[in-house]
């Protein structure tokens, strides 16, 4: 299969083996800092290699399923990675929001598929609730250190 | 397998009855009893020859303009609920009758007195009556449902939320007509020119309730749309040897319905309360005396 499309994408969250459901999209941006180092009597600028860094958002229907006797989520999971709540009002000190494991998977028709397994911290969740409009979430995260070793979206 | 005709439709609407009150003042110098006309800030904008009004004083007080609209004591009602001729400057007559004010002039109309003092009032559109409109060619009405895509990453098929906003819309195409001819027919038929009239209504809008008829003949059960609509584009063609034509296309606002069998009919009750009229057989208070 030469070309892949949103038929073929899945997200799983957390090393879970189940893809989460109703995912609209996922997408990623790596990030290459450059150093100069361009010097007095060079004529063309000259660059090193500085921080890489990823980040991404993916977006998803909040949903309610079933598996098995229990009512599932995704969308509200990964609500819960970030958002905690206090006992009462003025209340600073509560639980630090949680890091999470995102797989961006694509279906190549083999049996492991191609994906990349980020350790990332959401950095921010955007929900509206309009007319005419399902009601979703706009997940923003940062990976935290490279892609883990196990990801295989760049082998060819 | 029965087929039907364009013959057996037709279109009906009332004006709306759901406008905001126009608040203004009425002077005593506003009224001229003996032209039997009146005129007030806004009329020119805000009501159309045909409407039916009330006119009522902000403070429930007795509204003094209305010749002989008095209680049994001699004290002026504190509202009138008429129809109106509005005349191009903005001078308003009242009338009992929606066909007398569409023709409009002095004689039909209400006697007026000079109010003593300046009155707050409120004048509000309102009408319980679907008239016909008069002169359609044919009408088009398209209900559609907003289509909400639900496609998730792995989706093969496109998938839609099954419940998106309904809406409608439309299209009158009607012969041009603002005025009833001599031994022109019964009854009191709305004409195009009123919804022309109603797209340029300032303070109100262009609101109005609208039963089209897809099949209507005599007792049998008749088939309709009952949907508010507002007027959204009116064109007018005026050409040599050619009629005149409007085409008025519309917007459904609100609810659309689609009703087999009797059109419902309404008692007013004093309280602005109705009773529903579900048979044809007489009600007591129709058998009063």
Request: with cysteine; charged share 20%.
């Amino acid at each position: 299969m030469p070309f892949y499309a949103g038929q073929q994408g899945k997200l799983f969250i957390d090393g879970s083996t189940t893809p989460a459901a109703k995912v609209v999209s996922w997408s990623f941006t790596s990030t290459a800092n450059v150093l100069d180092t361009t010097t007095l009597s060079d004529t063309d600028r000259t660059l090193i290699y500085g921080v890489r860094s990823m980040s991404g958002s993916c977006r998803l229907y909040y949903y309610n399923y079933a598996e098995g006797a229990a009512v599932k989520n995704d969308c509200a999971s990964l609500l819960n990675k970030i958002i905690k709540t206090g006992s009462t009002a003025g209340d600073g000190e509560n639980a630090a929001s949680d890091p999470v494991t995102l797989r961006l998977y694509v279906d190549d028709g083999t049996s492991t598929g191609k994906f990349l397994d980020l350790p990332a911290l959401l950095t921010n969740v955007s929900m509206s609730m309009s007319v005419g409009e399902v009601l979703a979430a706009d997940v923003s995260f940062e990976v935290n250190g490279a892609p883990l070793s196990s990801s295989n979206l760049t082998n060819s | 397998m029965a087929i039907f005709l364009g013959q057996q439709g037709h279109v009906e609407l009332r004006r709306d009855a759901s406008n905001q009150a126009l608040a203004t003042t009425l002077d005593p110098d506003d009224v001229n009893p003996s032209r039997k006309r009146f005129s007030v800030d806004f009329a020119a904008g805000a009501l159309i020859t045909g409407d039916q009004i009330t006119i009522a004083t902000v403070d429930k007080a007795p509204l003094e303009l209305v010749a002989g609209h008095v209680d049994d004591t001699g004290e002026f009602y504190p509202d009138y609920r008429g129809y109106v001729h509005v005349d191009d400057a903005g001078g308003v007559r009242l009338y009992e009758t929606f066909s007398d004010s569409v023709a409009g002039g002095p004689d039909a109309a209400v006697a007026l007195v000079k109010p003593s003092t300046a009155q707050a009032v409120l004048i509000q559109t309102r009408d319980t009556n679907y008239n016909c409109l008069a002169q359609v060619t044919k009408y088009e009405l398209t209900t559609s449902r907003d289509q909400v895509q639900t496609d998730v990453l792995g989706d093969e098929f496109r998938s839609y939320y099954e419940a998106g906003l309904i809406s409608g819309q439309g299209t009158l195409s009607c012969f041009w007509q603002h005025k009833q001819g001599l031994c022109e027919g019964e009854g009191n038929p709305e004409f195009s020119s009123y919804l022309a009239r109603l797209i340029l209504r300032l303070k109100q809008g262009s609101g109005f309730d609208g039963r089209f008829y897809v099949y209507s003949c005599g007792a049998e059960p008749a088939v309709w749309y009952d949907t508010k609509c507002i007027v959204t584009n009116v064109g007018l063609s005026v050409e040599p040897g050619q009629i005149v034509q409007t085409q008025i296309q519309f917007a459904a606002t609100g609810p659309i319905v689609l009703h087999q069998g009797e059109p419902t009919a309404y008692l007013l009750q004093e309280d602005s309360g109705v009773i529903l009229q579900e048979d044809g057989s007489a009600i007591e208070l129709e058998d009063g005396d």
